[in-house]
Antibody, heavy 120, light 110 residues
Framework: EVQLVESGGGLVQPGGSLKLSCAAS????????IHWVRQASGKGLEWVGH??????????EYAASVKGRFIISRDDSKNTAYLQINSLKTEDTAVYYC???????????WGRGTLVTVSS | QTVVTQEPSFSVSPGGTVTLTCGLS?????????PSWYQQTPGQAPRTLIY???TRSSGVPDRFSGSILGNKAALTITGAQADDESDYYC??????????FGGGTKLTVL
């Protein structure tokens, strides 16, 4: 069974940093692209970025709104992807989901998300 | 900046048919945008319904279908049921490895 489990969320002050994790199981993680999507309370989904597989040089892409502050990485030996968020702003407050790229231009499996709250 | 547009809300009667759309602020949506659709109920993670325009995800009832209608992607629900009441999101591949979600449509079944 495919599972994605996010962790690492919490309360952080503006200007701080946080590193979220996405632990995967039930599929060949190293072959998969992983995306991060966030959702502020009562708002819509926002694609944040993704990381490709080793075969694709672990390359990354980011939404313009987060480029330069967010860094996506992965450790295939741990079947885990990461989202490093720097210089946190109050508008970064959201539930952060990781989702697997199904290989057919879709996000086929989703985690339950982890809540990041940015507040002083 | 690319903006993906969706109707903010829609209402359908039980047993009725509704078509939700997904457009671009500038230009037309085509199959090359690989439109996909996701259903989300409050407090839950999104669920994949449709991908690559019209392919139903595993386990999705055939009352859900996807298409391109005119210059937009479309999600049609035929024979709406009470538990279809959810938020629906489309997402488009806009090139350069970038994806953009629409603002979502809140569907009411009443």
């Amino acid at each position: 069974e495919v599972q994605l489990v996010e962790s690492g969320g919490g309360l952080v002050q503006p200007g701080g940093s946080l590193k979220l994790s996405c632990a995967a199981s039930g599929f060949i993680f190293s072959d998969s692209f992983i995306h991060w999507v966030r959702q502020a309370s009562g708002k819509g989904l926002e694609w944040v970025g993704h990381i490709r597989s080793k075969a694709n040089s672990y390359s990354t892409e980011y939404a313009a709104s987060v480029k330069g502050r967010f860094i996506i990485s992965r450790d295939d030996s741990k079947n885990t992807a990461y989202l490093q968020i720097n210089s946190l702003k109050t508008e970064d407050t959201a539930v952060y989901y990781c989702t697997r790229d199904g290989g057919a231009w879709n996000f086929d499996y989703w985690g339950r998300g982890t809540l990041v709250t940015v507040s002083s | 900046q690319t903006v993906v547009t969706q109707e903010p809300s829609f209402s359908v009667s039980p047993g009725g048919t509704v078509t939700l759309t997904c457009g671009l602020s500038s230009g037309s949506v085509s199959t090359n945008h690989y439109p996909s659709w996701y259903q989300q109920t409050p407090g839950q993670a999104p669920r994949t319904l449709i991908y690559t325009t019209n392919t139903r995800s595993s386990g999705v009832p055939d009352r859900f279908s996807g298409s391109i209608l005119g210059n937009k992607a479309a999600l049609t629900i035929t024979g709406a049921q009470a538990d279809d009441e959810s938020d629906y999101y489309c997402v488009l591949f806009v090139g350069g490895g970038i994806w953009v979600f629409g603002g979502g449509t809140k569907l009411t079944v009443l």
